[in-house]
């Protein structure tokens, strides 16, 4: 007697490896889990935030003695693009606390990435496209206010603010400036924490966070924008508030990569 053929199923498509369609509002809770990673064991975080604002101070005063002090305002805004970079010792603490692991200091900053020959490559890339936008904003400077020799600060900045040519500057260098970073921060968003955690080539990790990010739009624009907003905070407060600001938000960014792995609350 012959048996009756097998019931044929459609193929089962498998589960996406990665979050999508995430509401923006769940920006917010990163944004929480950050202040609570922050709050636990506070001082570790603390002491990396006010070492690198002194990074940050040490970095102005290299452009001031190179004379091209001009191009803080865009070294700012660079730094949106290799803050996720920054920020490795932050991730380890949240995945410390995470897996219920001791956390200190030389923990975080002597913290070894699961890629790390692929992170330090990242972390080239990142450095190259920072002296891009640099170069770009400098000779932006030049097409509107010509090859003269740089005034001053003071003056630059008064020049800038006060003249038709000075604003027509800001609005296209910002416009130039959200190109460069929004690119950028698609990129570095999550590849960073995805190589801290797993085996990556950096290609792969930022290919894979840009598609990440396009996937979730929404809450990667508000969470972009609550970035934004930190660092102005921090710029209003002549950099002290970065060593708050920073890693509330480094903190944030690992629950950031968590939930779109599709690993966290």
């Known amino acids: ?32 889990a950050g202040w ?16 690198l604002v002194l990074v940050s ?34 991730y380890e603490k949240s995945r410390a606390l995470e897996q219920g692991e001791p956390v200190s200091l030389h923990r975080m ?3 070894r990435p699961a890629s790390l020959g692929q992170f330090a490559y990242a972390g080239l890339l990142l450095g190259l496209l920072v002296l891009f936008w640099l170069r770009a904003a400098d000779l932006l400077y030049a097409l509107f206010f010509g090859h003269t020799p740089f005034p001053g600060a003071e003056d630059a900045f008064v020049n800038v603010l ?12 910002c416009a130039v400036g959200a190109l460069f970073a929004g690119f950028a921060f698609a990129l570095s968003l999550f590849s960073i924490p995805m190589m801290l955690a797993e085996r990556r080539d950096a290609l792969t990790a930022m290919g894979i966070s840009f598609a990440m990010t396009m996937q979730n739009l929404p ?38 990569y968590k939930a779109l792995r599709g690993d966290a609350e």
Not at 65 to 75: I, K, N, R, S
Not at 230 to 244: N, Q, R
Request: net charge positive; aromatic share 10%.
């Open 1 to 32: 007697m012959l048996e009756p053929l097998p019931t044929l199923r459609k193929p089962e498509k498998p589960a996406p490896a990665f979050a999508r369609g995430l509401p923006a509002r769940a920006a917010f809770g990163w944004l929480a």
């Open 109 to 111: 900053l002597l913290v």
């Open 162 to 173: 006060t003249t038709a040519r000075g604003w027509a500057l800001i609005l296209v260098g």
């Open 57 to 90: 101070y040490g970095a102005l005063w290299a452009l001031a003695e190179a004379g091209l002090l001009y191009l803080a305002l865009p070294a700012i805004a660079g730094f949106l693009i290799v803050g996720p970079f920054l920020a490795l010792g932050l």
């Open 219 to 256: 809450v990667a624009l508000v969470w972009g924008g609550i970035v934004a907003g930190g660092i102005a905070l921090s710029v209003a407060t002549g950099l002290v508030g970065l060593a708050i600001v920073f890693p509330v938000l480094g903190h944030g960014t690992w629950h950031a």
């Open 36 to 51: 609570k990673d922050l709050r636990t064991n506070p001082g570790p975080s603390l002491v990396y935030g006010v070492f």
